[in-house]
């Protein structure tokens, strides 16, 4: 029986090989088994991953946190975290001069929560205190700075007010019995209202008693910083709001006490070591949480006074929360984001945090449990109407977005299809490169890098493996001109030593650009000369290292780095040159239901295939044998053969192909026969589709498999 299958839609991404006999899914035909230094895109074609453009050596190893003030380009940074020192980078270099001493260990900076606000950025931990670092001054001499965070500051309290009670009435010979009390707050230039200075008293008349010319009158000494000073008066046991005084002294004419106003009162939840793991902010308010001694609660800050803990007594609206989470066993809180409402993620379940009104206040917190899948610390990503989140294993990965059926957030497993991806490891950081292809790029433990392609309205999520030759240590995207900057920190052994690199990965190759533009080569360079010429240099970082080349869109293979510098076959006046590596890629094998029965077991073989390129230079391709199935390293031990490539005339650039390259695969009669796809020189690759006549055969007999290993 003899069939022609097509392989349009590559949108599944690289998934788990026991699945391969779940050909019932809707999604089965655009599984692919092996998907190394691929990404699957929107449209359901698949590229090959750019290479990486060598920005700096680092001399050990680091941890990047992003710093994102805008989206524009000249405001986006990486904050480099490594052993005693934070430096500061942007996608082209290290900002000379630039550092900040440090006492983080590496592997606690993975596990650190960060919230920006312009130039702040927020780092919590449990280990440390919270701090903040700060960007000051103008471009382009921006001075950088960390200090601890110090809550509750303002203006010193005033000292106790001078209080005299004046009749100024000749016929008032009422007895003076009943005490008034009087406090007095500085505040800033930024509306920055200090702590009250004690109580000044005085007896006088209780205020409904006062008649006509009746005034109290208060003096006080100046605070240094002040504009304005607020004053209170005691009324039934609490101090409410009575005037503003912009001098030293005040005349209260019987002014009614306002309570809903009150003298704020100090409260420090994380004073005496007790520092918060998570920080956010939402409707205005910082959001600290999972602290030592509270690992279940959750703190927010005054409305717009990210810093000011201080509360008001009576308690108001705009008051500092405190919650803490019931929920039968003390979940530590490992995420907290704003996303609308407050979410919360637990080591036990995600939560939701929300009011009876329009914002959350002391009095009015309601909370939700959304699901119980439990979070690990791992930062939670924003994706569109979605928010990407680890499960407590630091494993499988997990989307929260709101259904509307449900009338609260749903969310699915996203790794569910390719456990193998990540089940043994832990992701240990992650970036989400939102233009072009919806990416999300995570570190696993091991250094290898794992690339999903999301987007829940359209139900994509295909994952893809990236190795680098070396490990990537930690990965950050920022916003860019024209796709987001994505940095990663790269431990390579060059030549027999270890090396730590900062690098950026590559535009992707667009319709519009040149076969001179392809950059396919990682911890590369690009020299470009106004004429011709075979010496290319600075290429020190990878000393002894062997190294490819595009020069002039021409491939070079087999360099080695000498001096910093190699000698290519033919002067170019553009060269691409670093470190090749291979982009694999392969499609799970057919089975579908005809008419005789299923096609599970059946040997088959591919006859005539077609390859649907967009502008693609060369590639190879190969058959697998039996036992490849399970094995997507199985391409290493197969044999390849090269699709054609040549110019349209010798000495010009090779032209990149968009169209169909017909080839005949030489395989035999195998039950799991499938077509691996590579590319291994420094060129671009993209494939659409897929189409072959695969002839199926009878099912192996029982002599076959001692010899074909069925059994």
């Not at 480099?80 to 942007?90: D, K, P, T």
């Not at 009338?407 to 456990?419: I, Q, R, V, W």
């Not at 590559?506 to 650009?513: I, L, N, Q």
Request: aromatic letters at 10%; charged letters at 25%.
């Amino acid at each position: 029986m003899s069939s022609r299958i097509a392989f349009r839609n590559f949108t599944g991404g690289e998934v788990t090989p026991t699945i391969s006999a779940r050909y019932d899914l809707q999604k089965f035909g655009s599984f692919l088994q092996c998907c190394e230094n691929f990404l699957p895109n929107l449209h359901g074609d698949v590229e090959r991953r750019p290479g990486t453009r060598y920005v700096a050596e680092l001399g050990g190893p680091a941890v990047l946190v992003p710093f994102r003030f805008n989206t524009e380009r000249t405001n986006n940074y990486a904050l480099l975290f490594q052993e005693g020192v934070i430096r500061v980078a942007h996608e082209d270099g290290l900002i000379p001069g630039v550092s900040m001493a440090s006492d983080y260990a590496l592997d606690d900076v993975y596990a650190l929560s960060v919230a920006q606000v312009g130039d702040l950025v927020y780092l919590a931990h449990k280990k440390y205190p919270l701090r903040k670092v700060i960007r000051s001054g103008a471009a382009p001499d921006y001075a950088w700075s960390m200090v601890d965070v110090r809550l509750n500051r303002s203006l010193s309290a005033p000292a106790k007010p001078a209080v005299s009670f004046v009749r100024d009435n000749p016929d008032d010979d009422a007895p003076l019995n009943y005490t008034l009390s009087y406090m007095v707050t500085a505040v800033d230039a930024d509306g920055v209202e200090s702590l009250p200075s004690p109580a000044g008293s005085v007896v006088g008349k209780y205020p409904t008693d006062w008649v006509v010319g009746n005034h109290a009158d208060l003096t006080w000494a100046a605070v240094e910083g002040a504009v304005e000073y607020n004053i209170y008066r005691e009324s039934a046991g609490y101090y409410g709001f009575i005037g503003v005084a912009t001098g030293l002294s005040f005349q209260d004419q019987n002014f009614e006490a306002d309570t809903s106003m009150t003298p704020k009162e100090d409260w420090d939840p994380f004073a005496n070591g007790n520092n918060p793991a998570t920080v956010a902010f939402h409707q205005q308010r910082m959001v600290l949480g999972g602290t030592r001694d509270n690992p279940a609660s959750f703190f927010m800050s005054r409305t717009g006074d990210y810093e000011n803990f201080r509360k008001s007594r009576p308690l108001q609206d705009d008051d500092p929360v405190e919650y803490m989470l019931a929920s039968g066993s003390i979940d530590e809180i490992k995420w907290v984001i704003g996303f609308g409402e407050l979410l919360i993620g637990t080591s036990g379940a995600e939560y939701k945090a929300s009011s009876g009104g329009a914002s959350i206040t002391p009095n009015d917190v309601q909370i939700n449990v959304e699901s119980y899948w439990g979070s690990a610390g791992l930062a939670p990503l924003i994706i569109g109407n979605s928010v990407l989140h680890c499960q407590r294993s630091g494993s499988h990965v997990r989307d929260l977005h709101y259904s509307w059926e449900k009338d609260g957030y749903a969310g699915n497993d996203l790794s569910l299809l390719a456990p193998q991806l990540v089940e043994t490891h832990k992701i240990r950081q992650w970036a989400f490169q939102q233009s072009p292809g919806s990416t999300v790029w995570a570190v696993r433990d091991d250094g290898i890098l794992l690339g999903l392609t999301y987007m829940q309205e359209q139900n994509v999520f295909a994952w893809s493996r990236h190795a680098a030759d070396g490990k990537v240590l930690s990965v950050a995207a920022l916003s860019g001109d024209e796709e987001d900057a994505v940095l990663m920190v790269v431990e390579r052994e060059i030549a027999g030593v270890r090396k730590y690199f900062l690098e950026r990965l590559a535009r992707r190759f667009r319709s519009d650009d040149r076969i001179e533009e392809a950059f396919f080569v990682d911890c590369g360079i690009t020299a470009t000369h106004a004429e011709a010429v075979e010496e290319i240099a600075g290429l020190d970082h990878l000393e002894g290292a062997e190294v490819a080349a595009l020069a002039d869109g021409s491939p070079e293979e087999g360099h080695v780095v000498k001096d910093g510098k190699i000698r290519l076959r033919y002067p170019a006046k553009v060269a691409h040159v670093g470190l090749n590596f291979r982009s694999v890629l392969a499609p799970l094998p057919v089975e579908t239901d005809t008419q005789s029965g299923s096609t599970l077991g059946k040997r088959r073989a591919y006859g005539k295939c077609v390859l649907r390129l967009h502008r693609s230079v060369g590639g190879k391709y190969a058959a697998s044998h039996a036992g490849d199935l399970f094995d997507a390293s199985a391409w290493r031990d197969r044999h390849f053969y090269d699709l054609p490539f040549v110019p349209v005339r010798f000495g010009e650039a090779v032209r990149p192909f968009s169209g169909d390259v017909e080839i005949s695969l030489p395989s035999g009669q195998d039950n799991d026969t499938m077509i691996w796809i590579m590319q291994d020189r420094p060129m671009p690759f993209r494939l659409v589709a897929i189409a072959a006549d695969v002839d199926f055969g009878a099912r192996p007999s029982a002599r076959d498999c001692p010899k074909r290993s069925c059994a």
